[in-house]
């Protein structure tokens, strides 16, 4: 059979946009010959919806577009997902399901049976798990349709009681009695550095253990914090992968499952993927919003100079504006570092000092203050002035406010309230400070763009005289190494003292995450690149009281 699979980049919502896509992926591959076409996880209406599924009028134009859809396949037949209505009496409204299309109209509806409800997901909330498994007949072929973590799943799933045996069903196990000739899933899996690999193990090992050929899609694009990495492909039942497709960007590929052409794509390590990741978040945030311009504040330093040199490459140059705040503790070289690379990359920039402001605020403050030796409060007032201005240029000029915290910060809670963790969108925040390192040098392969005093120099604050980073925070080659062990693996602080680490150190680093948590509740959305970033990926009680 040859199947069409069309990875493609969906706006939440937006059904005109969504169908026409479809629709015209479904006109090239009947064009070039194609039986089948296939689409990701809830194509007509973008994932992940939310609390849009709530909404009457929603669900009815997401299945209104289905059935519109449905009229272009004549002459080839077509899997979109998209919402569908429990007609039964228990359980959720709705389903999340894949629907065949032939002939004009919508032969079957598949429902997706392993429903997540962990880290980024939440699909219990909206949808009613499928109890029957069906095949779908065409062309002589049996086709189990499937949707992403239906083939994930490898254990028997178990409803919040326990007691339903049906729900308890390992959905590939049950579909592979049924004797398929092929199966095909979609899937709307997010990109994470440290868990890609781990993805087409999952394809590889069911393809193997059921003796089966597996046609997965997967879609593209950002929807704010998820980025979508594509790499859809074609496993053999020998467990072999002939056909993979691009990442981070739409792509349209015909395989033939009796004789697929080699297509592989080149192999990158996990920084260029997480700069890939990083400009496809921007482009999509600001594309999908309708905006167009950006702003931030660039003192110099590495976390600003990264996230300005991204910005610069998914939007263009002329669309960022940089804002120079330099105080009587920022060195003449960050002044300096921050003026080269505007000039390297086009941008514009201004230079507004913040003393006399600064100044100001502490005369007015003094009476407040009088008798108490100066401290953050003091360094906040900088943070914080600065903040005012960025967001000043931000409502004069409709730029959007891009913060620069970078996660190893965030975790700790290095960073001002109101201050430089103002922004709409979050670039860097789950982009560990080592790997912002990583990123500078990976920018400047070709050429240098990032000045390399920005990358060579002590991190620094710049809030005091003299004021390193390392004045309150381990070394970050030493705090990345126990932050993530404690965020993304999840393990305790006495594990983490196992493995070689100092005990004061790591207790330290557990009390600054844990008491910073009402921090990260306040800050912007925060493009998602690993398995545990912070947000709805991570959502962790502000008042507990923390071992």
Not at 241 to 261: L, R
Request: contains cysteine; negative net charge; aromatic residues 10%.
């Amino acid at each position: 059979m040859k199947i069409a699979l069309a990875q493609l980049n969906y706006h939440i919502a937006n059904f005109e946009s969504n169908s026409g896509k479809i629709r015209d992926a479904i006109a090239a591959a009947k064009e070039e010959g194609a039986d089948l076409v296939v689409f990701s996880e809830l194509a007509v209406c973008g994932y992940y919806p939310h609390d849009l599924l709530e909404r009457k009028e929603f669900i009815e134009q997401a299945i209104d577009q289905i059935h519109q859809i449905a009229h272009a396949c004549v002459g080839i037949a077509a899997v979109v997902g998209g919402p569908s209505i429990n007609e039964g009496s228990r359980g959720k409204k709705l389903f999340n399901s894949a629907y065949f299309l032939y002939d004009g109209k919508v032969q079957a509806i598949r429902n997706k049976s392993s429903l997540p409800t962990y880290d980024i997901f939440d699909e219990y909330r909206h949808f009613e798990p499928n109890r029957d498994f069906e095949l779908v007949e065409y062309k002589g072929q049996k086709l189990a349709l499937t949707i992403c973590e239906d083939l994930w799943d490898e254990q028997p799933t178990q409803n919040e009681f326990g007691k339903d045996k049906l729900y308890q069903r390992n959905p590939m196990a049950e579909l592979s009695k049924l004797k398929p000739d092929l199966v095909i899933n979609l899937s709307a899996s997010p990109f994470s550095y440290n868990q890609e690999s781990w993805r087409k193990d999952i394809l590889v090992k069911n393809a193997l253990k059921y003796q089966l050929p597996i046609v997965y899609v997967n879609q593209t694009g950002a929807h704010t914090e998820l980025i979508f990495d594509g790499g859809s492909c074609f496993v053999q039942a020998d467990g072999s992968i002939p056909v993979e497709m691009a990442y981070f960007k739409e792509d349209f590929c015909i395989v033939d499952t009796e004789k697929p052409v080699q297509q592989k794509q080149e192999e990158h390590d996990y920084i260029a993927k997480i700069h890939q990741a990083l400009i496809l978040g921007i482009r999509d945030y600001f594309r999908k919003m309708n905006f167009q311009d950006v702003v931030l504040g660039l003192s110099g330093g590495i976390d600003s100079a990264v996230v300005c040199a991204l910005a610069a490459e998914a939007l263009g140059s002329e669309n960022v504006r940089g804002v120079l705040m330099p105080s009587r503790y920022s060195s003449d070289h960050s002044v300096a570092d921050a003026i080269h690379l505007a000039d390297n990359l086009g941008v514009r920039y201004d230079i507004i000092g913040i003393q006399d402001m600064v100044d100001a605020f502490e005369k007015e403050l003094s009476a407040v203050f009088e008798g108490l030796p100066p401290g953050v409060a003091e360094e906040n007032v900088q943070a914080r002035t600065r903040g005012i201005l960025v967001m000043a240029v931000s409502n004069k000029f409709g730029n959007i406010l891009l913060n620069t915290t970078n996660k190893s910060e965030c975790a700790v809670g290095y960073g001002t309230l109101y201050g430089d963790m103002n922004g709409g969108l979050a670039v860097l925040g789950d982009v560990y400070k080592t790997d912002v390192y990583k990123l500078a040098r990976y920018i400047n392969r070709n050429q240098e763009l990032i000045p390399e005093n920005s990358i060579v120099k002590p991190p620094s604050a710049e809030l005091r005289p003299d004021q390193k980073d390392t004045d309150s925070l381990p070394d970050y080659d030493i705090l990345d190494g126990i932050l993530f062990r404690y965020i993304e693996m999840n393990q305790s602080p006495d594990e983490i003292v196992a493995q070689g680490y100092d005990r004061e150190t790591v207790l330290k680093t557990a009390r600054m995450v844990n008491q910073n948590e009402y921090k990260r509740f306040q800050t912007p959305p925060i493009l998602r690149v690993s398995s545990k970033a912070f947000g709805f990926g991570r959502r962790m009680p502000l008042v507990a009281r923390y071992s």
